[in-house]
C-alpha cells in the first residue's frame, strides 16, 4: 500500500498536481506539517472525469461477485493497516484515539453494507395498458459520482460515498477537504489500488475550492454530487448542480436539540448529553448544539452535568484517555470564542472552561442560556455545551424547531410514549429517544430536513440516490395503433 501522499491520483497514477501552488497539509494539536502537495488544476479535474468516464464503462457490466470481491478486499487492505489509518486520522483532524477507532469501525461497517449492493440492483417487470406488451424496469448505476468529503469525519464519510458508488458500478473523482486531504481522499486511492481496483474508477483531485471547487460540480461528465459539509457551501453546489441538471446529495449542518423531558432519567440524560455534545470535540453535523432541560429538573441536571464535564480530559489527542482534541484550526476557535463572548454579556453563565490554547478550546457549559443567544442560533461546531430551561412541552417544541435546520436530535423520558409524542414534533430527519444525536448505522437512512440537507445516504435509501431507472417496453405481438394507420393502408 502506498504511503507517500505528496501526489494526487489520476487514471492509477500518482502523480503532482498541475498547479505552481503548494498545499502544506499540518496536524491541528502540534502544527506540524504532514505533508506538502502541489495543488490540482481545471485540466488535472478534466483528466480525472474522462479517465472515470472510461472506466466506468466497463465496470458497469462487471459481474456482481466481482464488484463485491474487489470491496471485500479493500475490507482486508483496511484492516490490514488500521494502526497506519488510525494514525492519520489522529494526526490529520485532530481526532481523539477513541474517537478514530470509532470511526475506523464505523468505516468498516459501511463497507460491508456495500459488498451486498451488486447484488441488489433489482429491477421489475410490470403490466402493461397495452395488448401484447411487457414493461421491464432495469436499475442501472448513474455513471460518475462527483464527491466532495469533510474535515470533521474525512475516513468515514468519504468512504460513505465511495463504497456505494463503486459498489453499483459507478466511478468517482473525489475532492477532499483543504485540512484533511490524505484521511478524506488520498488514503483512499492507496486502499483501493491495493485491493486492485481497475484504474481510472478512482481518482482524487487535491486543490483549493477557489481554484477548482465549482468545476467539480459544474463539469459535464459526474451525475451526481456528493457532498458533506456547511449549509452555506451545499446551498452552493446544490444550485451550481440544479443548474447543470445533476442530481445531488448532500448532508450539511445542524442545530440538533437534546431535550430531557421532567420524567427523564438524570443520570441516564446527562452521561447521553455529555457523549453526544463533546465527542469529537462537537464537530460533528449530528452533535448537540442546543441542550433544553424541563425546569424541574434543571438544576440537578445542570450540577450533575458541570461535575462530569469537569471530568473530561482534553488536550493531546494521540493519548488514548483523551476525550476532548484539538478543533480543526484557530478560525474554528475564535469563531466559537467570540459566540461565548457575544452570549456571556446577554447574561449567559461559564459553568465550566471558556479558554482555549492554541486549538484546544477546553471543554465548557453555559447555563442561563435562551433560545436567542448566539450560542443558541448558531451551530457551535466545537466543545461548548449550552442548558436551557424550558416549562411547557409546546415551548420546547416551538423553540426546537425555531431555526431552519433538521438533521437529527434526541428526546429523555421514562414515559417512552411521551418522548415519542415529542419526537414526532420536532422537525428532523432523524432523532433518538433516550439516547443522543449522534447515531449512524450502516442500514438506516442518513439524511437531513430544511437546510440540513437533500437525500439520505446508507442502505437500500443510497441506492435510490447513486442509481437511476430505465423503462424498457417489449412489444411481444403486433400492436394496434387503431384509426391513425389503418387509415393509411
Same mark, same amino acid.
Given at each position: 500500500?502506498?504511503?507517500?501522499?505528496?501526489?494526487?491520483?489520476?487514471?492509477?497514477?500518482?502523480?503532482?498536481?498541475?498547479s $505552481?501552488?503548494?498545499m502544506?497539509?499540518? &496536524?491541528?494539536? #502540534?502544527?506540524?506539517?504532514?505533508?506538502?502537495?502541489?495543488?490540482?488544476?481545471?485540466?488535472?479535474?478534466?483528466e480525472?472525469?474522462?479517465?472515470?468516464?472510461?472506466?466506468?464503462a466497463?465496470?458497469? &457490466?462487471?459481474?456482481?461477485?466481482?464488484?463485491?470481491?474487489?470491496?471485500?478486499?479493500?475490507?482486508?487492505?483496511?484492516?490490514e493497516?488500521?494502526?497506519?489509518?488510525? $494514525?492519520?486520522?489522529?494526526k490529520?483532524?485532530?481526532?481523539?484515539?477513541?474517537?478514530?477507532?470509532?470511526?475506523?469501525?464505523?468505516?468498516?461497517?459501511?463497507?460491508?453494507?456495500?459488498?451486498?449492493?451488486?447484488y441488489?440492483?433489482?429491477?421489475?417487470?410490470?403490466p402493461?395498458?397495452?395488448?401484447?406488451k411487457e414493461?421491464?424496469v432495469y436499475?442501472?448505476?448513474?455513471?460518475?459520482?462527483?464527491?466532495?468529503?469533510?474535515?470533521?469525519?474525512?475516513?468515514?464519510?468519504?468512504?460513505?460515498?465511495?463504497a456505494?458508488?463503486?459498489a453499483?458500478?459507478?466511478?468517482?473523482?473525489?475532492?477532499?477537504?483543504?485540512?484533511?486531504?490524505?484521511?478524506?481522499g488520498?488514503?483512499?486511492?492507496?486502499?483501493?489500488?491495493?485491493?486492485?481496483?481497475? *484504474?481510472?474508477?478512482?481518482?482524487?483531485?487535491v486543490?483549493?475550492?477557489?481554484?477548482?471547487?465549482?468545476?467539480?460540480? #459544474?463539469?459535464?461528465?459526474?451525475?451526481l454530487?456528493?457532498?458533506?459539509?456547511?449549509?452555506?457551501?451545499?446551498?452552493?453546489?446544490?444550485?451550481?448542480?440544479?443548474?447543470?441538471?445533476?442530481?445531488?446529495?448532500?448532508?450539511?449542518?445542524?442545530?440538533?436539540?437534546?431535550?430531557?423531558?421532567?420524567?427523564?432519567?438524570?443520570?441516564?440524560?446527562?452521561?447521553?448529553?455529555?457523549?453526544?455534545?463533546?465527542?469529537?470535540?462537537?464537530?460533528?453535523? %449530528?452533535a448537540? &448544539?442546543r441542550?433544553?432541560?424541563h425546569?424541574?429538573?434543571?438544576?440537578?441536571f445542570?450540577?450533575?452535568?458541570?461535575?462530569?464535564?469537569? &471530568?473530561? *480530559?482534553?488536550?493531546?489527542?494521540?493519548?488514548?484517555?483523551?476525550?476532548?482534541?484539538?478543533?480543526?484550526?484557530? $478560525?474554528?476557535?475564535?469563531?466559537?470564542?467570540?459566540?461565548?463572548?457575544?452570549?456571556?454579556?446577554?447574561?449567559?453563565?461559564?459553568?465550566?472552561?471558556?479558554?482555549?490554547?492554541?486549538?484546544?478550546?477546553e471543554?465548557?457549559?453555559?447555563?442561563?442560556?435562551?433560545?436567542? %443567544?448566539?450560542?443558541?442560533?448558531?451551530?457551535?461546531?466545537?466543545?461548548?455545551?449550552?442548558?436551557?430551561?424550558?416549562?411547557k412541552?409546546?415551548d420546547?417544541?416551538?423553540?426546537?424547531?425555531?431555526y431552519?435546520?433538521?438533521?437529527?436530535?434526541?428526546?429523555?423520558?421514562?414515559n417512552?410514549?411521551?418522548?415519542?409524542?415529542?419526537a414526532?414534533?420536532?422537525?428532523?430527519? %432523524?432523532?433518538?429517544?433516550?439516547?443522543?444525536?449522534v447515531?449512524?448505522?450502516?442500514? %438506516?437512512?442518513f439524511?437531513?430536513? *430544511?437546510?440540513?440537507?437533500?437525500?439520505?445516504?446508507?442502505?437500500?435509501?443510497?441506492?435510490?440516490?447513486f442509481?437511476?431507472?430505465?423503462?424498457?417496453?417489449?412489444?411481444?405481438t403486433?400492436?394496434?395503433?387503431?384509426?391513425?394507420?389503418?387509415?393509411? *393502408?
Open positions: 500500500m502506498n504511503t507517500d501522499f505528496s501526489n494526487i491520483y489520476i487514471n492509477g497514477e500518482w502523480r503532482k498536481g498541475s $505552481d501552488s503548494l502544506k497539509n499540518t &496536524n491541528p494539536f #502540534t502544527e506540524e506539517e504532514l505533508v506538502t502537495i502541489q495543488a490540482a488544476t481545471k485540466e488535472d479535474l478534466d480525472a472525469y474522462e479517465a472515470a468516464r472510461i472506466a466506468q466497463e465496470w458497469a &457490466n462487471e459481474l456482481p461477485q466481482n464488484k463485491r470481491a474487489v470491496l471485500e478486499k479493500v475490507a482486508d487492505v483496511m484492516q493497516n488500521e494502526e497506519l489509518i488510525l $494514525d492519520w486520522i489522529i490529520e483532524s485532530g481526532s481523539t484515539y477513541m474517537k478514530a477507532i470509532s470511526e475506523f469501525r464505523a468505516s468498516i461497517n459501511i463497507l460491508k453494507e456495500s459488498t451486498t449492493y451488486p441488489r440492483m433489482e429491477g421489475k417487470i410490470l402493461s395498458q397495452t395488448a401484447g414493461n421491464r436499475r442501472n448505476p448513474l455513471g460518475v459520482i462527483g464527491i466532495i468529503s469533510p474535515w470533521n469525519f474525512p475516513f468515514h464519510l468519504a468512504i460513505r460515498s465511495i456505494p458508488a463503486i453499483t458500478g459507478n466511478a468517482v473523482v473525489i475532492k477532499p477537504a483543504t485540512d484533511t486531504p490524505v484521511t478524506g488520498l488514503i483512499f486511492a492507496s486502499i483501493f489500488e491495493a485491493a486492485g481496483l481497475p *484504474k481510472g474508477l478512482i481518482n482524487v483531485i486543490g483549493r475550492g477557489s481554484e477548482i471547487g465549482d468545476e467539480i460540480v #459544474t463539469h459535464p461528465t459526474p451525475r454530487i456528493s457532498f458533506t459539509g456547511s449549509t452555506e457551501v451545499g446551498r452552493h453546489i446544490g444550485e451550481l448542480a440544479g443548474k447543470n441538471l445533476k442530481k445531488s446529495a448532500l448532508e450539511l449542518g445542524g442545530n440538533n436539540v437534546f431535550i430531557a423531558l421532567k420524567e427523564a432519567d438524570i443520570d441516564q440524560a446527562v452521561d447521553s448529553a455529555l457523549f453526544g455534545k463533546f465527542y469529537h470535540q462537537g464537530q460533528i453535523c %449530528m448537540i &448544539n441542550i433544553f432541560v425546569q424541574d429538573i434543571y438544576e440537578e445542570a450540577e450533575t452535568f458541570v461535575q462530569r464535564a469537569k &471530568n473530561l *480530559k482534553f488536550g493531546d489527542p494521540s493519548k488514548k484517555d483523551t476525550n476532548v482534541g484539538p478543533l480543526i484550526n484557530r $478560525d474554528q476557535v475564535d469563531r466559537i470564542l467570540k459566540d461565548i463572548e457575544a452570549s456571556v454579556s446577554q447574561g449567559a453563565k461559564i459553568r465550566v472552561g471558556g479558554n482555549a490554547e492554541g486549538n484546544v478550546l471543554p465548557t457549559v453555559i447555563t442561563d442560556v435562551n433560545n436567542e %443567544m448566539p450560542l443558541a442560533k448558531n451551530e457551535i461546531f466545537g466543545p461548548v455545551a449550552i442548558l436551557i430551561p424550558f416549562e412541552d409546546e420546547v417544541v416551538q423553540m426546537a424547531n425555531a431552519p435546520y433538521g438533521l437529527s436530535g434526541a428526546v429523555h423520558s421514562k417512552i410514549e411521551h418522548a415519542t409524542d415529542m414526532h414534533e420536532i422537525h428532523t430527519g %432523524m432523532i433518538h429517544i433516550n439516547d443522543q444525536s447515531n449512524d448505522e450502516p442500514h %438506516m437512512p439524511g437531513g430536513e *430544511k437546510d440540513s440537507g437533500l437525500g439520505r445516504f446508507n442502505g437500500e435509501w443510497v441506492l435510490e440516490e442509481t437511476t431507472l430505465k423503462w424498457l417496453s417489449v412489444q411481444r403486433p400492436r394496434n395503433y387503431g384509426p391513425f394507420i389503418s387509415q393509411l *393502408k
